[in-house]
């Protein structure tokens, strides 16, 4: 058994970005098959654009329709690829001054190995034929002399103000020693608190670090699977990745024996029957569809029993 | 200026760290040495900052269970940047130079293994015109190794040598994750990662944590009885683009450099060189001759913990004060694509 | 050792709204920043160094944006921090910079935060889903909605409070033309009547999701001295606690009493609810008016409220707070602790225009970020400080 419970979890969005008028001048000429650089003060022509002046720092509104064609200034071979890069089998990303600008752009170049692409080598687009306005709508090749000859044209290309930037990270997440014993004890139906060897105080779940003194807390101390409410909300609103239907009640419950309460749900009585002080018992999932999570507990719900006095809970609020 | 030292050093540099991304588990041994070499506790420490990224934990606040390492009840005087430690480092010597404390500790933390580094790091480009090609840090740095190959500035030998050297100082770093020097000649004839660059002149992924305490005056008497005194810190920033700045010379670096009043009479300089070109780019920059000793750690081509490698640069270098190796050296740390921004630490013996 | 005396010569900030789609994000921060150096008379190469700060990065997916946006900042070729304290982070940020004054490193320094929030969504970038943890099922509002029910149980307020706290505030962002919501006709009867979302929580007392962004120019004593009205930088502090923790008070966390206490004796003021003249406060959620005049020392424990009740708070009160109209009139979260920190600027400047507080001579930043565990404050003056 590893000293640590893994599992993966992926960080996905698709980020809504606003381009501003010059990256948004840049895009739409790229959905037009058209490279547009900008003029800079110094006089140079920059692409893509930069959205204010390296020297004078204002906006940059100067626009210079460019060839789709330029010049190799470095390049590497990108032997094993990752994921959403241009090419899934290996390929090269080279810095590229396109003809007319002065400084290099960033982009790949369709190769098939690294003996087909060199410094000072001519390259050209290779315009996708639908287009969205985005840096992906090319990738550069060598320039066979038929330059542009197959060029698409949008010239009536919708503006482009914009985009949809889909960013998608898979990690393994790892729980540390405390909370993995934590979560292994819940796969056999146990609540296991851990002590902190210098406050004394009961952690459930856990830690690697007892946030007061600063060490591990270590002694183990099964805990029982009812407590008190503390204190709680009514959750009204319907939101994203909701599981339950509103209304209902998110609360902290005090589990006897521990320092600290856990957040967790209250059913099985009207919401606004809840109270604090309220004593709850845990409602366990069936056993077959028990893991190694918190979730093995559907929820809390009222053990009946007299509500505890404010006094024996207010300092936990 | 007061006058601040660098008192308090611990490190923990590892291939697979399989704990949690907040770290709080492997901070707490380290904190323990800080204690243990400066005789102090915690009510000792007037400012507390830390540095990490919420994208390589994979969540966001990744940093705020961190600090229960420390222990933070009562609350503590403390800040966080998104930056390597050694910008927190910084932020702490401001903090003592205001006089508002004398005392300091500051930690860096990173699980780089719970992603795919490279890949996340792309994150950081732009993200209307680069990203969403998702060029990863290594090709960023191939495309700079290849305008110094090609403008000659320096060649594959150069490369393998600095790798070589490097290498075989990692032998002698408990911490390193890659070590074992060979030849030039072996080096070279390794397969090609992202040409110009082999692996080995990539720095490998790693997870790690260190912790750096400063103190000022006497404090820093108090606690090390041959504090590395900061006579300069400073950093500055280039701009992101490739294409606006000249990517075989670093002016950030130069720029820091000339901050802290240059770097002459230097023994010996960390420097945070994430590839093996890019030391010589520092070297030129930072104006180090070839007579100042770099990297006896190793370098971060022997490890390179994402968010505390630079201020790890700083404590290896302090170190050789503490132990009377050097009266003179350099800590330098690097963030950001292809040496983006730079701070140089300068500490002497006295 | 003494530290150089700094202050704010410059102010700006951008209209909030919950898109801005006509900017990008160096768009939404040179707004900011533009109107700040308009203000203080300088341009981008006049200032020594640049302090960004924001909250998490998951919000618009860019890891560590201030490295791209170096450039469009003019950050290239200067010193540039990135400072991230949670929802305290502008505040933290204006420290950091005036700090860099005060340690004596720099002059002018220029010091920005943002949120551009209508990039993603707030709820999805704070609750990545963690395996093996319960999902709090309870969204945004339901974290702090406990807290709330706990501050009240305590103190025994009236169920009307942070009714009045939002319809005050909602009237003076009516006064403020960068505020994200303009809300005609507030009163207390239509927050009550509002939903309840995360009950004890209405809807109106809560604080909307904005782009935006807030700078200032920080300036040491000779550079300030120059200027008509500087706002002074008497004091500044931070304090952190635990996310979680045994016993620990989340109504009145021991951080804020603390940060608080020492804020007030760094100033040397005895008595802050009458010798600080207003105070803009972090309150994205009403009831937290009452919960932070305690734990700041103006009113005893379970005394906040009354304050609040009485009209004390309100623009022509004793102790006005939040003139601005607060977190619940504009809230771009990484910017959000500096707009406070930049109102208390401007009404020591006299410069607050319809939301101005006759005669203000000092005034309390107040920004808190996490679960309630991280703060930064400080207290700015019409007057150098004397310590």
Redesign the interface.
């Known amino acids: 058994m590893s000293r640590t419970l893994q599992a993966p979890v992926t960080v996905a969005f698709d980020y809504t970005r606003s381009t501003g008028p010059v990256i948004g001048r840049f895009l739409t000429g790229l959905k037009q098959a058209t490279i547009v650089g900008g003029r800079l003060s110094d006089g140079r022509v920059a692409v893509p654009p930069p959205e204010y002046d390296p020297v004078s720092h204002q906006a940059v509104t100067e626009f210079v329709e460019l060839p789709d064609t330029g010049t190799v200034t470095s390049w590497t071979w990108v032997s094993e690829p990752v994921a959403g890069q241009p090419s899934e089998s290996a390929f090269a990303y080279a810095l590229i001054t396109i003809d007319g600008a002065d400084t290099p752009w960033l982009h790949a170049v369709d190769v098939a190995s690294p003996d087909d692409i060199s410094t000072g080598m001519r390259v050209r687009a290779r315009w996708a034929a639908e287009r969205t306005g985005a840096v992906t709508d090319l990738v550069f090749v060598p320039d066979d002399g038929t330059t542009s000859a197959d060029r698409p044209t949008e010239p009536d290309a919708e503006e482009v103000s914009r985009i949809i930037t889909p960013v998608s990270l898979d990690y393994r997440y790892a729980a540390s020693p405390e909370e993995s014993s934590f979560f292994r004890g819940l796969a056999e139906g146990r609540i296991l608190g851990q002590r902190c060897p210098k406050c004394r105080k009961v952690y459930v779940p856990p830690r690697g670090a007892c946030p007061t003194d600063g060490v591990p807390t270590s002694e183990e101390v099964e805990l029982s699977d009812v407590g008190t409410v503390t204190t709680f909300c009514v959750v009204n609103v319907p939101f994203m990745g909701q599981k339950i239907k509103p209304p209902y009640v998110s609360a902290y419950v005090l589990l006897d024996g521990a320092d600290i309460a856990l957040q967790h749900l209250i059913l099985e009585i009207p919401a606004e029957e809840v109270r604090m002080g309220m004593r709850v018992k845990a409602v366990w999932k069936p056993r077959e569809e028990w893991g190694t999570s918190i979730e093995n507990i559907s929820h809390f719900a009222p053990t009946g029993e007299p509500d505890a006095d404010f006094d024996t809970y207010k300092h936990h609020l | ?2 006058d601040v030292a660098v008192v308090g050093f611990a490190q923990r540099q590892m291939k697979d760290f ?5 770290m ?2 492997l ?2 041994p380290i ?1 323990g040495e800080c204690y243990e070499q400066t005789g102090w506790q ?1 009510k000792d420490i007037g400012f ?1 900052c830390s540095g990490s ?3 390589l934990a ?4 990744s ?3 961190a ?17 390597d430690a050694a ?1 927190a480092l ?2 702490a010597w ?2 003592i ?4 404390v004398d005392t300091a500790l500051v930690f860096g933390f990173g699980k780089a ?4 580094l ?19 840090t290594v ?2 740095a ?3 190794a ?2 110094g190959l ?1 403008a000659g500035l320096w060649d594959e030998n150069a490369l393998a040598e600095v790798v070589n050297r490097s290498l075989t100082d990692a032998e002698k770093n408990e911490y390193a994750v890659r070590a074992g020097g060979s030849s030039v000649e072996e080096l070279l004839a390794r397969p ?6 082999r692996k080995h002149d990539c720095a490998p992924v790693t997870d790690g944590a260190a912790a750096i305490v400063l103190a000022a005056g006497d404090r820093a008497r108090e606690a090390n009885q041959r504090p590395a005194w900061i006579s300069g810190i ?12 000249d990517l075989t010379t670093s ?2 670096a130069e ?1 820091a450099a000339a901050a802290v009043g240059g770097t002459d009479g230097v023994q010996i300089a960390e420097l945070h060189a994430p590839f093996s070109h890019q030391e010589l780019v520092l070297r030129s920059a930072l104006g180090l001759g070839e007579d100042v000793r770099l990297n006896p750690s190793g370098g971060a081509l022997a490890a390179n913990p994402m968010f505390s490698a630079g201020a790890i640069r700083i404590g290896e270098a302090a170190k050789k004060i503490w132990d009377g190796t050097a009266d003179k050296v350099l800590g330098h740390a690097t ?3 292809a040496l ?2 730079n701070l140089v630490c300068v500490m002497e013996g006295r | 050792m003494s530290k150089t005396p700094a202050a704010v010569i410059g102010i700006g900030q951008t209209h909030h709204r919950a898109k801005r789609e006509d900017v990008s994000m160096a768009g939404l921060c040179r707004e900011a920043m533009d109107r700040a150096l308009e203000d203080a008379g300088l341009t981008l190469d006049e200032v020594d160094a640049i302090v960004i700060g924001k909250a998490p990065d998951l919000f618009e997916g860019v890891m560590m944006p201030e490295l791209y946006l170096a450039e469009a900042l003019g950050a290239a070729g200067k010193p540039l921090m990135r400072v991230h304290t949670a929802g305290s982070v502008g505040g933290s940020t204006a420290i950091v910079a005036s700090s860099l004054v005060q340690a004596g490193v720099h002059k002018r320094v220029l010091t920005v935060a943002f949120e551009k929030q209508s990039e993603s969504n707030a709820m999805w970038a704070l609750s990545v889903p963690v395996p093996f943890v319960m999902p709090v099922h309870a969204g945004a509002g339901g974290y702090f909605a406990p807290h709330v029910r706990s501050y009240i149980r305590r103190s025994e307020a009236p169920s009307h409070i942070g009714a009045i706290v939002a319809a005050k505030d909602r009237n003076n962002a009516l006064k403020n033309p960068y505020a994200h919501l303009h809300s005609e006709g507030t009163t207390v009867e239509s927050v009550l009547a509002s939903q309840m979302l995360w009950d004890p929580i209405h809807y109106d007392e809560t604080c909307p999701s904005s782009d935006g962004a807030c700078a200032m120019v920080i300036a040491a004593e000779d550079v300030a001295k120059t200027y008509e009205a500087p706002a002074w930088i008497h004091g500044t502090v931070m304090r952190s606690e635990p996310t979680s923790a045994a016993e620990r008070d989340q109504v009145n966390p021991q951080a804020g009493r603390e940060a608080a206490a020492a804020l007030w004796k760094a100033t040397g003021i005895t008595d802050p609810a009458r010798e600080i003249d207003c105070a803009e406060i972090y309150v994205p959620f009403a009831w937290f008016e009452p919960m932070w005049i305690e734990n700041l020392g103006f009113a005893p424990e379970g005394a906040g409220w009354k304050l609040t009740e009485a009209g004390e708070t309100a623009l022509d009160g004793s102790l006005p707070i939040n003139m601005s109209g607060g977190v619940l009139s504009s809230n771009p979260i990484g910017a959000s602790g500096m707009l406070r920190f930049a109102e208390a600027a401007l009404q020591v400047r006299g410069r607050a225009g319809e939301h101005q507080v006759d005669g203000a001579r000092r005034a309390l930043g107040h920004a808190y970020g996490g679960g309630s565990q991280f703060f930064s404050m400080w207290v700015v003056g019409a007057e150098p400080p004397s310590n």
């Open positions: 200026m007061r399989d704990g949690s991304p907040s709080a588990e901070l707490v904190l915690k507390w990224s919420d994208y994979g969540r966001s606040f940093f705020v269970s600090i229960d390492a420390i222990g933070v009840l009562p609350p503590v005087n403390e800040s966080h940047v998104e930056m910008w910084y932020e401001l903090k130079q205001t006089g508002e293994s719970a992603g795919v490279r890949r996340t790091l792309a994150l950081q480009l732009d993200p209307y015109t680069m990203t969403p090609l998702w060029p990863d090709c960023l191939a495309l700079q290849r305008l090609d090609m990662f992202a040409d110009p660059l400073a950093h500055s920033s280039d701009g992101l683009h490739l294409g606006t700045r002016g950030s720029r963030s950001g694509p983006q921004q």
